[in-house]
């Protein structure tokens, strides 16, 4: 059993000690399958494609690419070090107007890559 998420960015679990063995086993599927790298490849190359210099939210992704809102949630983590979570003194920021000034979009994260 593998523990470990093997992913191209960052090896961070999949599954974790609380977790049912039936997450233990998708983890397993996912990563030898290949289907981990594709996915997070896919989400990075969407956030690259549609991102521009604001970034963009995970809603506001899956609205404009083929990748499912949840997909992107889960692929999020091993992108640190290739994406950026925008912030303001230390502070998530959610939204950015065209100014690329805070304002109010969707409540998800502005995600941009490095």
Known sequence: ??????????????????????????????IQSGQLNKQEQEVLEAIREYGGRGGITAKELSAKSVLNYFTIQRRLSGLVGRIEFLTIDGRWVFSLNENNRPAIRDG???LRVR
């Open 108 to 110: 998800c994260r502005i």
């Open 1 to 30: 059993m593998l523990t470990k998420q093997l992913s191209l960015f960052d090896p961070r679990p999949l599954a974790h000690r609380a977790d049912p063995q039936t997450s233990y086993d998708a983890a397993d599927k996912v």
